[in-house]
């Protein structure tokens, strides 16, 4: 019903960009927030950046300042733009929306398939 697709993970080098995006498809009636968040070995998935509705924005501490999350509301997308990347970005990154599909169900979390953010030394 629903699907996220991430683009933009590949491998770069300390100090370089990045730039993520998701497109969310499928039955939507209305996106409360979409955001990222990250797993690397051996870690548990956190919280990367997220942005609600509203406009509201959420970061890491360990990203804020480096990364900035937009969204395209027309086209249900959000963008991740990563500067300043560190070694302790590595991890696959996981985008994230939480919507509802018809105005009878209440919002629920779907997640896409993940994409590989590498930063080399």
């Known amino acids: 019903q629903v699907q996220l697709v991430e683009s933009g993970g590949g491998l770069v080098q300390t100090g370089g960009s990045l730039r993520l995006a998701c497109a969310a498809s499928?039955?939507?009636?209305?996106?409360?927030?979409m955001g990222w968040y990250r797993q690397a070995p051996g870690k548990q998935r956190e919280l990367v950046a997220r942005?609600?509705?509203?406009?509201?924005?959420e970061y890491a501490d360990s990203v804020k300042g480096r990364f900035t999350i937009s969204r395209d509301n027309a086209k249900n997308t959000v963008f991740l733009q990563m500067n300043s990347l560190k070694l302790e970005d590595t991890a696959v990154y996981h985008c994230?929306?939480?919507?509802?599909?018809?105005?009878?169900?209440?919002?629920?979390?779907?997640w896409g398939q993940g994409t590989q953010v590498t930063v080399s030394s």
């Open positions: 994230y929306a939480r919507l509802r599909t018809s105005s009878q169900v209440m919002s629920d979390d779907y």
């Open positions: 942005i609600f509705s509203g406009g509201l924005t």
């Open positions: 499928g039955r939507i009636f209305s996106i409360t927030a």
